[in-house]
């Protein structure tokens, strides 16, 4: 059974899931564990903010949208301490580089980054840089990587929620699992927000993100038999991917 003290949202969820997300100085109660994932997408909006500010400064004194979108990546890195990155590239390294359950396992779990790690890295980066750049040419491109950011981060709680944990360890077994109404309520707020920022474009980012999410449950589910925190990074990551691109067609 999940493991969630009470379906009830608080207010000290928020500094919960920023100082879980992130890398800002703020203190919080971790006791609530996964009861706290529904303000997971409100760290996205923290980030999405402090990425803002200096990207926004740059385009205004006329720095290409394409060096603009350096700023922005680098200021997600700074902020979260690239948390979402190395799980990325550790469950690159270990569903593709293990042959079973337990070699995929004990190779995310080591800190070393492998050819698979690498690579993908290289190919998040690449696509993240190129569609920022394209989505910051238009008036509306705070609201839109927002939108993003909210999505991306509302992912993780369906995964916490929808699949075992894989290990008995971890960052992900330490906060527990999430009921469906914690999950419902990050999923919520997400797409709410999606709407209200994106207008036109929120429908087409819901089911990228639903579908994206689904795929790598299903991954994770079929090699590890279950989810971790990497795994959770590497879906928020994969899904911002997935949404950036979406909103350059």
């Not at 369906?158 to 008995?168: K, Q």
């Not at 914690?182 to 207008?199: D, E, H, K, R, W």
């Not at 928020?236 to 991917?241: A, R």
Request: one cysteine or more; charged letters at 10%; hydrophobic letters at 55%.
């Amino acid at each position: 059974m999940p493991k969630d003290d009470t379906a009830m949202l608080r207010v000290g969820d928020i500094a919960t899931a920023l100082a879980l997300l992130t890398r800002l100085p703020i203190r919080a109660n971790f006791t609530r564990g996964a009861a706290a994932a529904w303000a997971y997408p409100l760290a996205g909006v923290a980030t999405a903010v402090l990425a803002a500010l200096p990207t926004g400064a740059a385009l205004a004194f006329g720095v290409p949208p394409l060096l603009a979108a350096l700023i922005w990546i680098a200021t997600h890195v700074i902020v979260t301490g690239a948390m979402h990155e190395d799980g990325l590239a550790d469950s690159a390294d270990g569903l593709w580089g293990g042959w079973d359950r337990s070699r995929r396992l004990e190779i995310m779990k080591d800190s070393h980054i492998g050819s698979y790690g690498v690579i993908a890295l290289c190919l998040s980066l690449a696509a993240r840089w190129v569609a920022v750049g394209m989505i910051l040419q238009s008036p509306q491109w705070f609201w839109a990587l927002v939108a993003v950011d909210m999505l991306s981060r509302a992912a993780m709680p369906v995964l916490m929620a929808a699949l075992p944990h894989a290990r008995d360890t971890g960052l992900s077994h330490a906060q527990g699992r999430p009921s469906k109404q914690t999950a419902g309520a990050a999923v919520f707020l997400a797409i709410v927000a999606s709407v209200l920022l994106t207008g036109s474009h929120a429908m087409s980012l819901i089911v990228v993100a639903l579908a994206v999410s689904l795929a790598t449950a299903s991954i994770a589910k079929s090699k590890i038999g279950g989810q971790t925190g990497d795994i959770l990074g590497a879906t928020q990551q994969l899904v911002e991917i997935a949404l950036l691109i979406t909103l350059t067609l």
